[in-house]
């Protein structure tokens, strides 16, 4: 008889030592086949928006890795760690462009450093290094043009030349004379893109300042792409657009809906080219206002030189950068921008006396130099988020009602004292007492806690202050919403977006925001998880009694005819109306705009109006707003038609500032930029001082605790 031999103890320890060796082993080998790069997708990126990283990753082994990329952002301290989804990483190479929060280095330097990791999904992290990336800084503007080209590497120069014309900066004076003007620091490069790398949803375009689409890009471009295209440039985009050959009725109603004029007049020729009926035989371009947006059409260049010399190629550009009417004018003029050096007050508004005259500066009064720009503190000085948090922050903290607490300590008496002789002396167990007296003083206690928990610990200090854009029809374009973090202690956010940019508003210092600003708050950097913008969740760490401002920014998708008014009212009764009510009419003229948009229904809403003569509002917007004694809140207007007369507007000043450029920094250039969902929200701003062709009607409302403003421009076509 064979007996079976049995392994021995020895003999499967080494068996099992030798299988972890080759798992080590393997894992060991995976870890170095993996590699990696990490660009910035734009060069340095746009300043003040979503930073765009371009990975490159490889693998090289011969097993499939499954896992997610982990990115930790820093300058000289964390700014952020971002955990994408999972992602498979076969055989060669992979390229992900992934978006991060924009960051702002607040000096000469202009790199930040990525730590890029991966996790696989058996819990293994693979280092794959650090990089330094390029990134925007405070001594220059970047900007950023999405050119839309399939021939990427092979555009002739005819097409080359056109996109660097359109440089901001080519407007830029010679030579600077410090001591009268400013030295303006802008950069403007292109990021080209083929067809299928053009974002699919509004809030990709975000990190562009303008959309240029080549002739064969808008022939290969797709419909989801046409269409996010024409919501991100009624949102406030800007769009240059160049009809060429090959083209399909998508594209011909996409162009019909970008320029919206008389409901769209391009049209298909006979041999199936693109022409535009009311246009003139010998004009070249259409220009054309699409609700905040605008948008150029090149039908023919032409030749190429004399068209790049032309008034109209240069008109067409100063269009499309919104330049102010100032500086078209100078730059129409003597080739360049003229940025005077200005004595104004701390507040941005004109020096007057107190019999409304014009008076000089003066230091005694407390009046500072504010330049139009400034190389250096280029994006600072932007004080509308600490308006914001003044407005929104409560006067005064919510306490737990005295009567409450007053009924408390009666109960509570009541309990210890009668309440206990009476009920343990009929049970015959007054020994008990030494139970029953801690168990009622541990009760109360909780009772006090849970109350002054209910009464101050709201994280939120009340409702949001919400803008929603909205177009013709009264149709919801763009929404920015402002959210005031006031904790009464220490919190972990936990926060899910979806199809919305989320930005943390820097209000404590007039800089851009940087890493520095965590420390001083001593707030832990964001943790990001998933992708951005479509799907992501946050979590962030506040300090008790430490304010934070959010802005969360979203973009409608639009649906045309299905998409439902967010007010039902007779908007566009007001085209042809002109603002020139004197001020004493304010009144009258306030009661014809509500017969106008609501006929005899009931109005819900206060009105306000923002234009070149005056600004009007309601009274009652007063006491929308004053939460703070003390704090300047409300506006102090300057009559365009008679500069000398100064009045007390009730708009909040913080709306003003939101809705009309203040020709400071950047907006001493133009009236408006196009949406960045960043730190400085000056992309709000869409109107422009001086202009009689446009004004912009403002509707207030409290919906549950939030504040409403709902904002319509208008303006004529050009």
Known sequence: MTRCRVPSFAMALRVMVVWLAWIGSSAAANAQDVSANVVSAHRNGRSDSPLVLRISLGNAGKTLLQGRLQLELHTLDPI???????????????????????????????????????????????????????????????????????????????????????????????????????????????????????????????????????????????????????????????????????????????????????????????????????????????????????????????????????????????????????????????????????????????????????????????????????????????????????????????????????????????????????????????????????????????????????????????????????????????????????????????????????QRLNIHSARPWNADDYNTLNDAPPTIEGRLPLHYTVQQRQNKWSPMLTRTTTISRNKGADNEPALALNWRSLEAWKWDQPNHQRDSALDELRKKLAGDEPFDGHLAVLSAKMDLADVAIENMFDRNDGYELYAETTYLDSPGRVGQTSIPRFIVRLSRADRTHLLALVNQVSPTGGQSIRDLCALEPGRRDQWMLLILRKEGDDTVIYRKLYAAQP
Request: hydrophobic share 40%.
């Open 80 to 502: 952020a760690t971002l955990t994408t989804p999972t992602m498979v990483l076969a055989g060669g190479q992979k390229s992900v462009d992934i978006t991060l929060p924009g960051i702002t280095v607040l000096d000469s330097r202009s790199t930040a450093q990525v730590e890029l990791t991966f996790l696989t999904d058996t819990g293994q992290r693979i280092d794959l290094g650090r990089f330094t990336i390029n990134v925007p800084t405070t001594q220059m503007h970047a900007q950023v043009l999405a050119v839309c080209d399939p021939w990427v590497n092979t555009s002739g120069r005819q097409q080359s030349e056109l996109v660097q014309s359109l440089a901001l900066e080519s407007f830029r004076p010679v030579k600077t004379d410090l001591k009268k003007e400013h030295a303006l620091a802008i950069s403007t490069h292109p990021a080209r893109l083929t067809p299928n790398q053009m974002p699919r949803q509004p809030l990709g375009y975000l990190p562009f300042d303008m959309a240029v689409l080549m002739p064969d890009g808008l022939a290969q471009t797709e419909t989801a792409q046409l269409d996010a295209l024409l919501d991100w440039i009624r949102a406030g985009g800007s769009a240059f657009i160049m009809v060429g050959a090959d083209l399909e009725e998508k594209h011909l109603t996409f162009l019909n809906q970008a320029v919206p004029i008389d409901g769209g007049l391009f049209e298909w020729t006979p041999d199936r080219k693109v022409s535009y009926s009311p246009m003139d035989p010998d004009a070249r371009l259409i220009h054309a206002r699409n609700e905040f947006g605008r948008v150029v059409v090149l039908m023919d260049m032409g030749d190429r030189d004399k068209f790049l010399a032309s008034d109209e190629w240069r008109d067409a550009r100063l269009f499309l950068w919104r330049v102010n009417k100032t500086q078209r004018q100078s730059i129409q003029a003597d080739g360049r921008w003229f940025l005077e050096r200005r004595k104004v007050s701390s507040d941005d508004e004109l020096l007057f006396d107190a019999s409304g005259n014009i008076r000089d500066f003066d230091p005694e009064e407390g009046d500072d130099w504010v330049y139009a720009d400034d190389t250096y503190e280029f994006e600072a000085l932007d004080t509308t988020p600490s308006e914001l948090v003044a407005t929104m922050m409560p006067a005064s903290v919510r306490i737990i009602p005295f009567g409450l607490i007053l009924l408390l300590l009666m109960l509570f008496t009541l309990m210890v004292g009668p309440g206990d002789y009476l009920l343990l002396g009929r049970l015959k167990r007054r020994k008990l007492t030494w139970i029953l007296f801690p168990a009622l003083a541990c009760l109360f206690t909780w009772v006090t806690v849970a109350l002054a928990d209910h009464y101050m610990g709201q994280n939120k200090t009340g409702g949001d202050i919400v803008v929603r854009d909205l177009d013709r029809d009264g149709r919801l374009i763009r929404e920015t919403r402002f959210t005031l973090w006031f904790p009464h202690e220490n919190v972990n956010h936990d926060w899910t977006f979806q199809n919305m940019w989320h």
